[in-house]
C-alpha cells in the first residue's frame, strides 16, 4: 500500500521528535554541589573528630572562637539567605541557630560526641574540595629605614578608590571594582610592579614599617596579616587592610610553567629556596603577581574577614558564595609532615569542627585555606598544604 503524504510528513517530525528526546537524556545532569549523608555516616564523622589535634583540650575551648562568629551573625538580617545555591538555600539566622545549639552542647559533647549527628544535618560539599593552608608569619623589620632595613611596608593609599558593583547587574553581586582617577578618568589601580619596581607610592608617608627582605613582605601580604619581629626584640602585629584589585595570580603556578621548579615541588619553602639562590630574578618574579596587599599596624591579632580573632586549625577562609562566613563545619584532610631528612610527606588525615571565619583573594569555589596557626610547625603545614580532603556543613535539624 503506498504511503500517503500526511504520513510522509509526519515521519520528519516523529524522528525530530526522538531525536530530541535523545538528546535530553544524554545531556550532562546538574552538578549536585551539596548532598546530605545519612544519620549513620554523621555519627561516624563526628565520632572521628580529633580536638586534640586542633590544639584543644575539650569541647568547651570552643567557646570563645564561637563568640567570635556570633557576633559578625548578629548584624546580619535573619530572614536573608547566606546562601542560596541551586540545591541547598541557607538563612543568616539558621547559621545563627546551629552556632547557639552548639554551644549549649558543649558541655556535653566531650562524654557525648553522637549529640552532634543526633542535633545537625550533615550536608556534605561534593565536587572534590581542596585544602591549602595559610597562617601567621614573623618578619624582620623597624619602624624606621636604614640600610638594614630598606624594603617599606605601605598602608592604603587615599587615593585607593572602590565600588560595589552589585546594583548594576545580578552577576556581579558581591563584586568590587578597585581604581584610581587620573586626569578625570577611571583607571587600573597600579600593580605590584609599579609600586615596588616603579616606586609609585614612594615619599606619600605611608610606610608603616621597612623590612629586610621583600620576599619576606610577599609572604607576608599572601598571608594577609602576621608579625613585625623589631630589633629589640618587641613584635608589632600587622593587619589587612586593603587591596589593589588586580587578580591574584600564584607565583608557585609561574615558576612552575616556566620551568624552575618542578611540577610535585611546588611549595612556599621552594619558592623562597629559588629566589635565594637567585635574587636577581626576585623583582621579576615577583611581579608576575600584580595583587598588592596594603596592611595596619596593631597590637592585636591576627584577624579574618569578619573582623573577629581566628583560631589556629578551626578558623578557615571560605568562598562565602559556597561556604558564608558565620558556617559551621566539620573537615577530613590529611596534614602534611616533615619527613626525619626534612622532606614532605602526607600525615593522618585530621577531622577536626571548623568555623567560616575568613575570605580571601585566591579562594575560590571549593578551595579552602585553612589557618595553621603561629611559629614553625604551623610555617610548614601551610607552604606544604594543598590537598582533596572532605567537609560537611552543620545545619540544625528542625522539629
Known sequence: M?????????????????????????????????????????????????LNRQGLGSWTELAPSLE???????????????????????????????????RNLLP???????????????????????????????????????????????????????????????RFKGERLFYRLEDGKVVPYHTREDIDTHNRLSGRGLEIAWAKDPVDIFF?????????ILPDGTEKHVLYAGKNGHQYVSLGRVMRDMGLLQPDGVSMQSIRAYLE??????????????????????????FGAMNQPLTPRVSLATDPKLLPLGGLLVFSVPLPEQGPRG???????????????????AIKGHRLDFFSGYGEEATWIAGHMNTPGNVWILLPKTE
Not at 343 to 361: I, K, M, N, S, Y
Open 68 to 102: 567570635h562568629s556570633l557576633a559578625y551573625l548578629s548584624r546580619k538580617p535573619s530572614e536573608e539567605p547566606a546562601l542560596q545555591r541551586e540545591h541547598l538555600t541557607v538563612t543568616w539566622g539558621e547559621l545563627r541557630a546551629g552556632l547557639l545549639l552548639l
Open 2 to 50: 503506498p504511503i500517503s503524504g500526511s504520513t510522509q510528513r509526519r515521519r520528519p517530525i516523529v524522528l525530530l521528535a526522538l531525536l530530541c528526546l535523545l538528546a535530553a537524556a544524554c545531556a550532562k545532569r546538574p552538578v549536585t554541589e551539596f548532598a546530605e549523608v545519612p544519620g549513620k555516616t554523621a555519627r561516624t564523622v563526628a565520632q572521628q573528630i580529633d
Open 220 to 228: 607576608l601580604q599572601v598571608q594577609g596579616s602576621g608579625r613585625l
Open 277 to 302: 639562590r637567585h635574587p636577581q630574578r626576585t623583582k621579576e618574579l615577583l611581579a608576575t603577581n600584580p595583587s598588592y596587599v596594603f596592611l595596619r599596624l596593631s597590637d592585636k591579632g591576627p
Open 108 to 170: 556535653r559533647l566531650d562524654a557525648e560526641p553522637d549529640l552532634l549527628a543526633e542535633h545537625f544535618r550533615f550536608v556534605q560539599v561534593t565536587q572534590n574540595p581542596v585544602f591549602t593552608g595559610y597562617y601567621e608569619p614573623a618578619i624582620e623589620a623597624d619602624i624606621a629605614p636604614s640600610s638594614v632595613y630598606a624594603y617599606p611596608i605601605y598602608a592604603q593609599p587615599d587615593d585607593l578608590q572602590s565600588v560595589d558593583l552589585s546594583p548594576f547587574h545580578p
Open 343 to 361: 622532606e614532605f610527606r602526607h600525615g593522618p588525615v585530621l577531622t577536626g569542627l571548623g568555623l567560616a571565619q575568613d575570605t580571601g583573594g
